[in-house]
């Protein structure tokens, strides 16, 4: 017996399932392919509050500190690190970008400083180019391991009793007289009194023959992981114009990611996760941006790439909510790139409105009626992501 499905084992889905176990509910897991098999695993993986837009702000904060403790509460690895995160300016017109951003969050209460010295930028990481001119600094924020964090989500979850099924597509969610009543999936038919829609660019397959939707665009981010490196990067490093990011990981590794590019829709379904591949110039364009930053990268060896595709809502921010009319469903999606931070905090607010359809979370900018009463919903531009 269940009570709860939740759809797609990404760092939504898995936080949400871990949570709503951890408060007496049987509930079932479900993933099309296997945990992470998507934006969860594709992504930079940085956990900041640094350059947030003002709503999600409450969220990353409270994520960042559920972060610095979650590797012990789901005794598994993370690999999370606080390590600071620089955004940077590389011309005279970057400059006061990243001034009014630091003048913004540092009025919104977050620690976080403008550093116009050079020597000052190297010092909290040397490995950047003596030609940036200025750069926000947020020592507070830092990244974590994707795949290693979603695994042990999932551990952490199948030990307080939650079913797996992966390798398991849900076709349909059921509902009688405005009551979710289970869901269909290709191998039969699960009864559940809830269900939590956490299935990212493919949510609307489930949510449109219910009559809901969340208007999607979804742009493509090239992704280059090199082979291990000497040590030379602390923080993450973001860009102004949000054109390049990228990190070390634990093991040396520089994991870089473009700015979004147009998807065209081509994806590899046949593996045990769907591939998206980048363009030989998109690769080359993130080489040059990224080492003109960070010039060790020059010289990295490259042994994966990959694309990710990005959720991406008209207005940049997530859906997380239980829309009326319909009991028992509950939505988490179009987190826009940058909704791994927010994953444990994502876990937390859906176990809340499964259980009282309230949490002490400041939500509403996150309702999906935000949406159905525009015709016409406008594609703001994401400046940032990652
Ligand atoms: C390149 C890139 C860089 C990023 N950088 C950052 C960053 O630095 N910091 C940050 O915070 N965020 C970042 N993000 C965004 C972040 O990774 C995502 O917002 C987050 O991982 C979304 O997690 P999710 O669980 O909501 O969705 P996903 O991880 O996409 O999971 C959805 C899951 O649902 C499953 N599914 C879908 N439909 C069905 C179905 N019908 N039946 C069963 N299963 C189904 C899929 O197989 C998938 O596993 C980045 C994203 C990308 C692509």
């Given at each position: 017996m ?101 003048e ?33 600094w ?49 191998a ?83 593996g ?22 960070v ?35 509950t ?55 990652g």
């Amino acid at each position: 017996m269940t009570d709860v499905v939740v759809v797609g084992a990404g760092i939504s889905g898995a936080a949400s399932a871990y949570e709503l176990a951890r408060r007496g509910f049987r509930v079932t897991l479900l993933d099309r392919y296997s945990p992470a098999a998507m934006a969860s695993g594709w992504t930079l993986a940085g956990v900041r509050q640094s350059g947030r837009h003002p709503a999600e702000l409450p969220l990353a904060t409270a994520a960042v500190q559920r972060w610095a403790g979650l590797a012990d509460e789901l005794e598994g690895e993370t690999r999370y690190r606080r390590n600071g995160n620089l955004r940077l300016a590389r011309t005279a017109e970057e400059v006061p970008v990243i001034r009014s951003l630091v003048e913004q969050q540092s009025a919104a209460g977050l620690d976080v400083a403008l550093l116009t010295d050079t020597a000052d930028i190297q010092a909290v990481a040397p490995a950047v180019s003596d030609r940036v001119m200025a750069a926000s600094w947020c020592p507070s924020d830092g990244s974590a391991d994707p795949r290693a964090t979603v695994l042990s989500y999932v551990a952490a979850a199948q030990r307080l009793g939650v079913e797996m099924r992966f390798g398991e597509q849900v076709r349909r969610i059921e509902t009688v007289e405005g009551h979710v009543t289970g869901i269909a999936t290709d191998a039969g038919m699960i009864a559940a009194s809830h269900v939590v829609v956490c299935a990212g660019i493919f949510g609307n397959e489930l949510l449109e023959p219910l009559g809901l939707a969340v208007p999607l665009q979804v742009p493509m981010v090239t992704v280059l992981r090199s082979v291990p490196m000497p040590a030379a990067l602390g923080p993450v490093i973001g860009v102004a114009n949000a054109d390049c990011a990228g990190r070390q990981e634990v093991d040396g590794r520089f994991r870089v990611t473009s700015g979004l590019e147009t998807w065209h829709g081509d994806i590899d379904h046949d593996g045990p996760r769907p591939a998206v591949r980048p363009t030989m110039r998109s690769i080359a364009e993130v080489v040059r941006l990224f080492g003109e930053v960070v010039p060790a990268f020059k010289d990295a060896r490259m042994d994966e790439t990959w694309a990710g595709l990005i959720d991406l809502t008209p207005d940049g921010l997530p859906v997380i909510d239980s829309p009326a009319g319909l009991d028992g469903l509950t939505v988490a999606m179009g987190f826009s790139g940058h909704g791994f931070c927010l994953g444990p905090v994502t876990g937390t607010i859906v176990a809340d409105l499964v259980e009282t359809r309230r949490t002490p979370f400041p939500i509403t900018p996150f309702a999906l009626d935000r949406f159905t009463d525009r015709k016409q919903v406008a594609f703001e531009p994401l400046s940032l992501h990652g």
